[in-house]
């Protein structure tokens, strides 16, 4: 994810939580084409649109960014999302900052449903929300839809993403995540022949079918307006464990126009594979979702916080770095071996902290 360097989405959402104000400098200055990209431009719109009185100041090549930030607004918000990352790069940011804002959050966005560098909407909702259900932030408007899918380059996907406001966030042990029992999916295919998903599906199944028979692949198919600019297709995987974790894996299309073309069987049996990786990696949160499961762990009442996960991507151990900054704690880390002759994957990483009593600073909610 976080291969690309960018004007730090994490340290811009680590300092509108702490309130601690962040000037980034030398963004890509040695480049050719310095400064920020266009959708780090707007992705910083997306945040002063859910603050208030928030200042950026941004120097005249972009190499230079100040942000001071305001107080969390929520409210309903409307964004354009920059088509050259996905919505999911604008959504991860907001799944942290939306239950500390002072009223519900009911954000729009628009660009990018699904493509092969971010996480997409699909991975989101079905491990992201779930993951933060175990931190108590859930309720009547907890949800996140996918009402027209957009493919890369073109775009033309939207989402809504609704969250309710939490007071504090209970600190959680999450230690056992169990054995895998169900493995759920969503094969999609926008603009070509609906063949494409159940080609997806079968090839997908063939891999999947040897370890677990509960195995449900969706097939969805939008045509019309609500199936973007750009043709594509893809898969999302997610594994359920016994205890109610998900590890997900997932595969998009090649961007119309960028590179070679994929047979959907390969994307099928490719995407099994990646989920199985997963699931040896392990842990109770899977990688993509590991740096929203700290957070969460560093922002919890003054409690002792564990999370068992897999191997730390490198991602992760930047964002640790940024937590230490901004909220001054550490975790202890402790690599946990599995024994020879259980079959429990790769190594494993237990984290431990003791959260910061953060709290929702607006006034006390009903």
């Known amino acids: 994810l976080a291969s690309i360097p960018s004007a730090d989405r994490p340290r811009l959402v680590l300092s509108t939580l702490s309130g601690k104000r962040v000037k980034i400098s030398n963004i890509r200055s040695k480049e050719d084409n310095p400064g920020l990209r266009d959708f780090e431009a707007s992705f910083i719109r997306l945040l002063d649109k859910v603050t208030n009185g928030s200042r950026i100041e941004i120097n005249q090549t972009g190499s230079v960014l100040f942000y001071q930030p305001g107080l969390l607004q929520g409210g309903s918000v409307e964004h354009d999302c920059n088509t050259q990352r996905s919505i999911g790069y604008y959504l991860e940011a907001l799944l942290m900052l939306a239950p500390f804002m002072k009223t519900s959050l009911k ?15 699909d991975v989101l909702k079905s491990t992201a929300l779930p993951l933060m259900k175990k931190f108590g932030i859930d ?21 809504v993403f609704t969250c309710p406001v939490r007071r504090t966030i209970r600190p959680v042990q999450l230690m056992d995540p169990g054995k895998i029992k169900r493995i759920r999916g969503v094969a999609y295919s926008v603009r070509v022949s609906p063949q494409m998903a159940n080609r997806i599906v079968e090839s997908a199944r063939g891999v999947l079918n040897q370890f677990i028979p509960d195995i449900y692949i969706y097939t969805d198919h939008m045509k019309g307006a609500n199936s973007g600019k750009s043709p594509g297709f893809g898969l999302t995987l997610v594994a359920e464990t016994l205890n109610g974790f998900f590890l997900s894996a997932e595969m998009s299309s090649t961007p119309q126009g960028q590179g070679d073309p994929m047979l959907p069987e390969d994307l ?16 109770c949160v899977d990688s993509s979702n590991q740096s929203l499961a700290l957070l969460l762990m560093t922002l919890g009442q003054q409690d002792v916080s564990k999370v068992l996960l897999g191997p730390l991507s490198p991602y992760t151990i930047e964002f640790l770095r940024h937590i230490r900054d901004f909220f001054q704690i550490m975790f202890k880390v402790e690599v946990r071996k599995p024994l020879e002759d259980e079959r429990k994957g790769g190594d494993k990483v237990l984290m431990t902290c003791v959260g910061v009593g953060y709290s929702n600073i607006n006034k006390s909610l009903k």
Request: with cysteine.
């Open 268 to 283: 099928g049996r490719n995407c099994a594979k990646l989920l199985l990786e997963e699931v040896h990696r392990g842990g």
């Open 139 to 159: 309720g009547e408007g907890f949800d996140l839809k996918v009402v027209k899918r957009g493919m890369a380059p073109g775009g033309g996907g939207e989402v």
């Open 107 to 121: 954000a729009t966005l628009r660009g990018v449903t699904n493509d092969p560098i971010d996480p997409t909407v």
